[in-house]
């Protein structure tokens, strides 16, 4: 799941509906982007509405990165989980095929007694 997430969703913008959104309101004679410029940089949230002095608009979330890092699940990561799930179908072909020859394989051909 970890490979199919990183390679569809990575550096997807998120938008925030409007329920989504956090209201703040500045201090007198400051904007937006004056009080809040420091914790956007720092968070990598969006701010709607950077020039209004009243009411700042900000999304918390701005990328699918930010999520998908919450999950443990990183672009970077993307070869190592493609080769994990790889071995896994393996080792799960591998061991269904060694239990079909254990109970089924190794008695095909053999004659019961009295037939």
Same mark, same amino acid.
């Given at each position: 799941?970890?490979?199919?997430?990183? +390679? &569809?969703?990575? %550096?997807?913008?998120? #938008?925030?509906?409007? !329920?989504?959104?956090?209201?703040? %309101?500045?201090?007198?004679? #400051?904007?937006?982007?004056?009080?809040?410029?420091?914790?956007?940089?720092?968070?990598? /949230?969006?701010?709607?509405?950077?020039?209004?002095?009243?009411?700042? !608009?900000?999304?918390? $979330? #701005? %990328? +699918?990165?930010?999520?998908?890092?919450?999950? &443990?699940?990183?672009? &970077?990561?993307?070869?190592?989980?493609? &080769?994990?799930? $790889?071995?896994? $179908?393996?080792?799960?072909?591998? /061991?269904?095929?060694?239990?079909?020859?254990? !109970?089924?394989?190794?008695? !095909?051909? $053999?004659?019961?007694?009295?037939?």
């Amino acid at each position: 799941m970890k490979i199919l997430s990183s +390679a &569809g969703l990575s %550096s997807s913008p998120i #938008s925030c509906s409007a !329920r989504e959104l956090v209201h703040l %309101s500045p201090p007198p004679l #400051s904007t937006c982007s004056q009080y809040l410029g420091e914790f956007i940089e720092m968070s990598g /949230a969006r701010l709607l509405n950077p020039d209004a002095e009243s009411d700042c !608009r900000v999304c918390l $979330v #701005s %990328s +699918a990165d930010q999520i998908l890092k919450g999950f &443990g699940i990183e672009w &970077g990561m993307r070869w190592w989980s493609l &080769g994990v799930s $790889v071995g896994f $179908v393996g080792f799960n072909i591998v /061991a269904a095929l060694g239990i079909y020859y254990l !109970r089924v394989g190794r008695t !095909r051909g $053999v004659k019961v007694k009295g037939e």
